[in-house]
């Protein structure tokens, strides 16, 4: 529900049927015990004793290397006055190309690899350390 009251989307849930809530108590109230996938890395972790670095990189996806040739229309307000009808280059990955997820996630492995780190065939987005498979 939005703010003001009104129904903002409709959501449905298979729930088993015990009837046991209660209109104005708990009718609106839905609880979905489910564990993160971050969570059960963490415990994988812990039980095999490893140490877990992780990182955020907000321009991440800027750091990938494009494979082909894209052209883009000159941006809005910065147009070259006397080549108008002249498009750029793009040199590297840029948000909102399609490719540019999986161009930065390549050119990432290929870093991590070259410094030691195998990639885990269970979750391709963990990179490992260390010589046991």
């Not at 996806?61 to 006397?82: K, R």
């Not at 930065?104 to 410094?115: A, L």
Request: include cysteine; glycine fraction near 6%; charged fraction near 30%.
């Amino acid at each position: 529900m939005k703010a003001d009251g009104t129904i903002e989307k409709y959501k449905a849930r298979l729930v088993v049927k015990r009837y046991r809530q209660k209109e104005g108590l708990d009718y609106f109230d839905t609880y979905s015990p489910v564990t993160r996938i971050t969570f059960i890395q963490i415990l994988i972790a812990a039980i095999n004793n490893l140490e877990i670095h992780q990182m955020d990189v907000k321009t991440a996806f800027l750091n990938g290397d494009l494979n082909e040739e894209i052209y883009i229309e000159q941006p809005e307000g910065s147009v070259a006055p006397n080549h108008k009808r002249m498009v750029c280059k793009l040199v590297k990955s840029f948000y909102g190309l399609k490719q540019t997820p999986k161009q930065w996630h390549e050119k990432f492995d290929k870093v991590m690899i070259e410094n030691g780190f195998r990639i885990n065939e269970c979750d391709k987005c963990v990179n490992v350390k260390g010589t046991e498979k």
